[in-house]
Nanobody, 116 residues
């Protein structure tokens, strides 16, 4: 059974930082492209970033480029997303997912709230 478990979300002030983690199990983690996506209240699911199984081919949405950094540790079966210079518009539930057209399956998500 594929399982993805995110952690690391929270409440942070504008300009602050967070690091999200996601542990995957039940599939070939080290060869799977992984993605982070997010969904803000009342909005559609939005692509944030992705990384190939070998850690190469990293991509970012324009809205987070230069502020977020994706990485992975295949030995720990984890993918990370470092969030810096956070803005109120980054507020959303962040999900890690296997990188495919529908970003499924996904984890349960972790809430990131950026507010003063």
């Amino acid at each position: 059974e594929v399982r993805l478990v995110e952690s690391g979300g929270g409440l942070v002030q504008p300009g602050g930082s967070l690091t999200l983690s996601c542990r995957g199990s039940g599939f070939g983690f080290s060869i799977a492209g992984m993605a982070w996506v997010r969904q803000a209240p009342g909005k559609k699911l939005e692509y944030v970033s992705s990384i190939a199984g070998n850690g190469g081919l990293i991509k970012y949405a324009d809205s987070v480029k230069g502020r977020f950094t994706i990485s992975r540790d295949n030995g720990k079966q984890k993918v990370y997303l470092q969030l810096h210079d956070l803005k109120p518009e980054d507020t959303a539930i962040y999900y890690c997912a296997i990188n495919n057209r529908d970003y499924t399956p996904r984890g349960q998500g972790t809430q990131v709230t950026v507010s003063s």
